[in-house]
């Protein structure tokens, strides 16, 4: 099993540009979710699901859009991308509450210029 | 406010000592669980140990302890006999039980760096 994959593993933006962050699940997770990791912050909540259909914000949700179309798949969007949002962007997923950890994909590397 | 406290940004530990990472976390409630998780320089997160507030007996699996005390909200973890692949990053996190998605608050971080 693949566990959870992301793509692209890192990408170049130019300030306004827009892109699309994809990860993938293949363990049946209900829940999924999207973190930042910047220098000396931890990892911070920006967007997660609890089921296909369904999106919630996190901690950090400005600026990204997120979308759950299908259960395996959670996407994240950025409509304008700002030197702000230059980040180490983690997936994760998990079977649910409780004892259950959060499995996370490798990471993808974002740079805003 | 921050929920989760990790005081030490970085350490050295010598090669087959012991070190303990500290992590004081914040909450009311009282169900909650705490994890440690590892961040070598590849970038990937590796869970290593959980610890349920309800747990009596604190976690352990192989190397790594959790020093559970729960009057003092603290969930310190330690790493015995430290080799070098263990220079990494950890980080603690906080699921709090009446949070019924799943979500996990995480602290800053701890580098580690284990020297020969």
């Known amino acids: 099993n693949a566990g959870v994959t992301q793509t692209p593993k890192f990408r170049v933006l130019k300030t306004g540009q827009s892109m699309t962050l994809l990860c993938a699940q293949d363990m049946n997770h209900e829940y999924m979710y999207w973190y930042r990791q910047d220098p000396g912050m931890g990892l911070r909540l920006i967007h997660y699901?609890?089921?296909?259909?369904?999106?919630a914000k996190g901690e950090v949700p400005d600026g990204y859009n997120v979308s759950r179309l299908k259960k395996q798949n959670f996407l994240l969007g950025l409509e304008s991308a700002a030197p702000s949002q230059t980040s180490v962007y983690f997936c994760?997923?998990?079977?649910?509450?409780?004892?259950?950890?959060?499995?996370f994909g490798p990471g993808t590397r974002l740079l805003v210029l | 406010a921050q929920k989760i406290t990790q005081t030490q940004p970085g350490m050295f530990v010598q090669e087959k000592e012991a070190v303990t990472l500290d992590c004081t976390y914040d909450t009311s409630d009282q169900s909650y669980g705490l994890f440690w998780y590892k961040q070598p320089s590849s970038g990937e997160m590796i869970f290593l140990i959980y610890q349920g507030s309800y747990d009596e007996q604190n976690a352990t699996e192989g190397r790594y302890s959790l020093n559970f005390q729960k009057a003092r909200k603290s969930a310190n973890l330690v790493i015995s006999a430290s080799q070098l692949g263990d220079s990494a990053m950890y980080f603690c996190?906080?699921?709090?039980?009446?949070?019924?998605?799943?979500?996990?608050?995480f602290g800053a971080g701890t580098q580690v760096v284990v020297t020969p």
């Open positions: 994760a997923s998990t079977r649910g509450a409780g004892s259950e950890t959060q499995y």
């Open positions: 699901s609890v089921g296909e259909g369904t999106t």
């Open positions: 996190a906080m699921r709090e039980v009446r949070d019924s998605w799943g979500k996990l608050q």
